[in-house]
């Protein structure tokens, strides 16, 4: 009973935080790419303009990793997984490399950072009123926090715990433990976002994608596409994390320098993808969390060229992101998964809602390895569509996580520690 009282009280802390965190960042990217251009005197965003905020990001990150403790939160590259709560001493680091990357247009999710952050603050905040936490109460006090945060961003309590449940493999008597407390604090977390969004009017921060067109009646063709774009999305996503963890060395060696110079192909990246399309440059930076809800509504006003060249730019920014910012690798996923269903939607057999549901499925069971997670969240995002369209996301998730899983191939087998030699004992005197 405690610990419940104590999950609802979590759940309202954090979720408050979480909403305003949400909200710097979006005043941040505003204030950066609309209102500092036009306050310099420039009539709009200069096409030239994202090399700015980008090369600062990678000096930030940079530093953040290089001098603060935490590393500013673990990397992207390694994929989403729950690694516990981050030490006090950590948060900082995780807060300032999270914010340079999410405002200043880096190809990067916010899931991963809002986790840790929910769920270090939920145990730094019962240490400073309780020194003596066990370690078992304290990991449940993570989890708690963690649930509310990525329950708050996703919009949807369920979909927070599947994401957590999943990604920490926790099964069984400890499964309840966690998810009980955790579920609380998420639904009451969710209950004052709402009510936050209702009394400032800012917005729930969280993706929706409205005005949707009605989703088509399944049939065998689209069940044949739902297979194609699985083995498409796994062999992409093999293609984003291999070049990722290539990259990483190379950029930890000297991060200051390097990481500036990832931030600039980024922006060069969303400068070519802008000025060859016509279409804002924001398509390509940032995590597409914003940008996915009126790329599916506005679908038919981008071409079949303008929907390849958008994979190719959004998917190199976010493979290079990965190897040098901080955040979370989910949303960029579905922003490239949905924009590939779209532009093979304009080949026969696969309607454009048939073929972003398995797209943003396929990519989110490929980027994340987390097949349940993959199908939850597109069918939540997609609402009444998403239901329809179930069996084909089911198709495309498992196709895509097999054949993602084969061409990563076997996982390294742990080398068997060596015995230690036992220390030469003196002869005993007699």
């Not at 900082?92 to 340079?100: D, E, K, M, N, R």
């Not at 309780?130 to 370690?135: E, F, S």
Request: some cysteine; charged content about 10%.
């Amino acid at each position: 009973m405690v610990l419940l009282l104590l999950a609802a009280v979590l759940g309202v802390v954090i979720s408050f935080l979480v909403y305003w965190f949400l909200k710097l960042i979006a005043d941040l990217q505003g204030w950066v790419f609309t209102s500092l251009p036009r306050g310099l005197g420039f009539h709009g965003e200069p096409p030239w303009w994202p090399l700015l905020p980008l090369a600062v990001a990678g000096v930030l990150v940079g530093a953040v990793i290089k001098y603060l403790p935490g590393r500013g939160g673990h990397s992207p590259a390694d994929g989403f997984h729950a690694s516990g709560a981050p030490r006090p001493v950590e948060l900082p680091g995780i807060f300032l490399a999270s914010v340079a990357s999410l405002a200043l247009g880096a190809v990067i999710g916010p899931e991963a950072p809002l986790i840790a952050l929910g769920g270090g603050c939920a145990v730094l905040a019962v240490k400073l009123a309780r020194r003596d936490v066990p370690a078992n109460v304290g990991a449940v006090i993570a989890a708690t926090g963690s649930f509310a945060a990525i329950a708050t961003l996703l919009g949807n309590p369920l979909a927070g715990a599947f994401l957590l449940l999943e990604a920490s493999g926790l099964g069984g008597p400890m499964a309840a433990v966690a998810l009980i407390p955790g579920l609380l604090g998420a639904g009451i977390g969710s209950l004052i976002f709402l009510g936050l969004d209702s009394l400032t009017g800012y917005g729930t921060f969280s993706l929706a994608i409205p005005n949707l067109p009605p989703a088509p009646h399944l049939d065998v063709a689209q069940f044949g596409w739902a297979v194609a774009v699985g083995a498409a999305a796994a062999v992409v996503s093999y293609a984003i994390r291999g070049l990722a963890l290539f990259l990483r060395p190379h950029v930890e060696r000297r991060l200051l320098l390097l990481t500036a110079l990832a931030g600039l192909a980024i922006g060069g990246l969303a400068i070519a993808f802008a000025e060859a399309t016509g279409k804002p440059s924001s398509d390509v930076l940032f995590s597409g969390q914003s940008a996915l809800p009126p790329l599916l509504e506005h679908a038919a006003s981008y071409s079949v060229g303008a929907l390849v060249l958008l994979i190719a730019c959004k998917a190199l920014a976010y493979s290079i992101s990965l190897s040098g910012f901080r955040g979370g690798p989910t949303f960029p996923g579905m922003f490239v998964g949905a924009a590939g269903g779209i532009a093979l939607s304009h080949l026969p057999g696969l309607p454009m809602i048939a073929g972003a549901a398995i797209g943003i499925a396929a990519m989110t069971a490929g980027m994340l390895q987390l097949p349940i997670t993959a199908v939850l969240l597109t069918t939540l995002f997609l609402g009444a569509n998403g239901i329809k369209v179930m069996p084909l996301t089911i198709v495309a998730v498992v196709v895509s996580f097999v054949l993602s899983k084969w061409l990563a191939g076997p996982p390294e087998t742990p080398k068997a520690p060596q015995p230690a030699e036992e220390p030469a004992t003196a002869p005993q005197v007699r």
